[in-house]
């Protein structure tokens, strides 16, 4: 089988699925890989590197399309918002989609490309279990954004991080709250320690306070009671806007004394969770930073404007989109990895196996025969649950 990897066509994209690096892994695994030409030169992965692992350089786009019978892409085709390079028209029935689809904040879109007739995998979708691990795309580029966020933080910030004694007097540490323990917050913890900053965290999770303390900050309490804040797949679940009214009012004065905040609040398929008021921003200090990691599904900040920097009262508000592309390198190698570990598992003696006994296949499948299989995804849009052998 045949494995295409495009370059990638959603705005501002830098990313590519596959490295050179993992091309003879595939290859091991009875796979050939083809690359469109250019495919990985923004994320600094040469055609001459992709030809010297054994890839194939595709004569074209469309050539590409045509040939391979698997097509692995960080972001569907129909990404944009502008739906200005939607191309669905170039995948072919019984093709098969690896890649981070979106498919709970776009159902609709998922549905279309269901209609292509492709077998389509959305690596969002990985149960949490351990065999998955090698897998997990969400967890790579999460790592990456928070990474990321705190290099922009300090960017913004009027201050230096680190504690420094100087001829010219001593200078305090840099206060940063980070909120959302998960690995985003986790990553932006440890990358603000490393740059000397004084840091605290909060979780609605009470048993991430070891993490959070093993990492050298401060864990932050609040009398909140938050049962089922965690499915059984690991993922957070949405409060009721009560929970969430206490829990801003007990974080208030915790925002106004920091520096800089850090939220990474998300619910898949729901809107993030307003955890940073208009009143709060304006509480902090001049020169202040928000940096809020869940733009892309609203913002944890009531004033965040996704993918824009704004300013209020001389607090900077930054709501960065698809951080993990830029720093395309390492999102790409990291990305790739997971991506080669997938099709290993879908993939057997150079052969697709569509193992629904499978809960990693199971649960990432969204579309097969023309049809939306996915349960999660098919209750977004009110349609009844698939039969049992599809998903």
């Known amino acids: 089988m045949i494995v295409g990897v495009p370059a990638e066509s959603y705005l501002n994209e830098r990313r590519v699925a596959l490295v050179p690096a993992v ?17 990985g030169e923004k994320a600094g992965f040469h055609d001459a590197a992709y030809e010297q692992s054994g890839a194939r350089l595709a004569a074209s786009r469309s050539e590409l399309f045509s040939s391979s019978d698997i097509i692995v892409q960080t972001h569907r085709l129909s990404a944009n918002p502008d739906g200005a390079h939607a191309g669905l028209e170039i995948f072919r029935s019984g093709q098969i989609l ?10 609709e879109a998922v549905r279309t490309l269901a209609a292509t007739g492709v077998t389509a995998f959305a690596l969002e979708l990985l149960p949490r279990i351990s065999r998955a691990q090698p897998m997990d795309a969400l967890t790579s580029m999460a790592t990456i954004s928070g990474y990321k966020a705190v290099l922009a933080a300090a960017g913004a910030l009027q201050k ?36 000397g900053a004084v840091v605290q965290a909060y979780d609605v999770r009470p048993a991430v ?6 990492l050298g900050a ?17 993922y957070a679940r949405a409060m009721d806007e009560e929970f969430y009214r206490r829990q801003r009012a ?3 004065k915790v925002v106004a004394e920091s520096d800089v905040v850090i939220t990474t609040a998300a619910v898949p398929g729901k809107r993030a969770p307003v955890l940073i008021t208009e009143e709060m921003v304006r509480g902090m200090e001049p020169g202040s930073v928000v940096v809020d990691l869940a733009a892309e599904s609203g913002g944890n900040c009531e004033l965040t404007q996704p993918g824009e920097t704004v300013e209020v009262n001389a607090v900077v508000v930054m709501g960065p989109v698809d951080l993990p ?15 080669a570990a997938f099709l290993q ?19 990432t499948l969204v579309a097969h025969n023309g049809e939306l299989v996915n349960a999660q995804v098919r209750e977004l849009l009110g349609l009844a649950r698939p039969p049992a052998s599809t998903g």
Request: net charge neutral; proline share 6%.
């Open 98 to 107: 690896l890649g981070l689809l979106d498919p709970l904040r776009a159902p």
């Open 23 to 39: 091309v003879p892994t595939l290859t091991k695994a009875g796979l050939q890989v083809a690359v469109e030409h250019g495919a």
């Open 250 to 252: 007990m974080m208030k």
């Open 209 to 214: 306070k070891e993490q959070v303390e093993s």
């Open 345 to 363: 598992n879908l993939v057997k003696d150079g052969q697709l196996r569509v193992n629904l006994e499978d809960p990693i296949i199971r649960d």
């Open 160 to 195: 230096m991080c680190p504690m420094m004694i100087t001829a010219a007097g001593t200078i305090t540490p840099a206060r940063f709250f980070v909120i959302g323990a998960g690995v985003a917050g986790l990553q932006a913890i440890a990358t603000a320690r490393r740059l």
């Open 218 to 234: 401060r864990f932050v309490e609040l009398e909140l009671e938050a049962e089922g804040a965690e499915t059984k797949g690991g």
């Open 325 to 339: 592309s830029t720093i395309p390198y390492h999102a790409s190698q990291m990305y790739a990895k997971n991506m």
